[in-house]
């Protein structure tokens, strides 16, 4: 009896170690993105990176838009662009609401360590917009303490807001912390460089502001979930499609050449 006990155990776990040994291997986070065959991006209307126009059916371009699409059609899926609230980004991301952030995103410490993320593809800065009539008046940091800034919450205007202990209010956008200072609810805002080539200035929504310094620099990355292997695939993607040239052509475009990064 013992002798038949004892069999029947042996079986019991050579039938549990082989039936954990067939168990599927988990679902990468690229062949979850192949099997539903698209790419969300989440992002926000940051001129030129990413803004609005209907003639495009995504209903989207701008520099990031434009190789998102092409980095989407690489993988052999459509492309699908959400606005995020920025200050979320990270909880959209992990909830599978989203399945990369790409939106002219600063490399932050926070954005490192919470996701993974490609190598750097452009060069940016976070510098104060303000009305040109006053601009002389503001020559240092230390001038512009005691204004009261507009920043994007959850953007690395933000932070450097923070970290320069500068007074500040939180709005949903950079184009929101731009109309802030238009409409003269506050004195300055704190937005990217490549926004503020774009949206300011002659020629532009907002001839009357211009941007009197730079407060940080800094490199623009894309975000997919920690661990994703979309990360490296993109890396590959865009050194083949910089190689080729498309990418210059691209950032031409939209008149980002200047702040590629080469690969």
Do not use: H
């Not at 155990?9 to 599927?24: M, Q, V, Y």
């Not at 539903?36 to 989207?60: A, C, H, I, N, Q």
């Not at 450097?160 to 209010?169: D, L, R, Y």
């Amino acid at each position: 009896m013992k002798k038949l006990t004892a069999i029947i155990l042996s079986l019991i776990i050579i039938f549990t170690l082989c039936a954990c040994g067939s168990e599927a291997p988990a679902e990468s986070d690229l062949d979850y993105v192949k099997g539903k065959g698209s790419l969300v991006v989440g992002m926000t209307e940051f001129k030129p990176m990413d803004y609005r126009d209907s003639s495009d059916p995504t209903g989207w371009v701008g520099f990031d838009a434009d190789v998102a699409k092409l980095f989407a059609d690489s993988l052999g899926v459509k492309i699908e662009f959400v606005e995020v609230d920025w200050d979320n980004k990270i909880m959209e991301l992990n909830s599978k609401s989203v399945d990369c952030l790409w939106n002219g995103m600063t490399l932050t410490p926070e954005v490192i360590n919470s996701m993974s993320t490609t190598n750097p593809y452009c060069n940016n800065a976070q510098v104060v917009v303000l009305n040109a009539d006053v601009a002389d008046n503001y020559k240092d940091e230390d001038s512009i303490k005691n204004l009261s800034f507009a920043v994007e919450s959850g953007s690395a205007g933000e932070a450097a807001a923070n970290e320069k202990g500068f007074n500040s209010v939180s709005v949903l956008t950079q184009a929101d912390a731009l109309m802030e200072v238009a409409s003269g609810t506050c004195d300055a805002c704190i937005i990217d460089l490549l926004m503020a080539g774009a949206m300011i200035g002659e020629g532009t929504s907002y001839p009357q502001l211009t941007y009197i310094m730079e407060l940080t620099s800094e490199e623009y990355g894309v975000g997919f979930r920690k661990g994703s292997q979309l990360a490296e695939e993109f890396n590959g993607f865009y050194k083949a499609a910089f190689e080729s040239g498309l990418i210059m052509e691209i950032a031409e475009k939209y008149g980002v050449q200047e702040s590629i990064i080469c690969r």
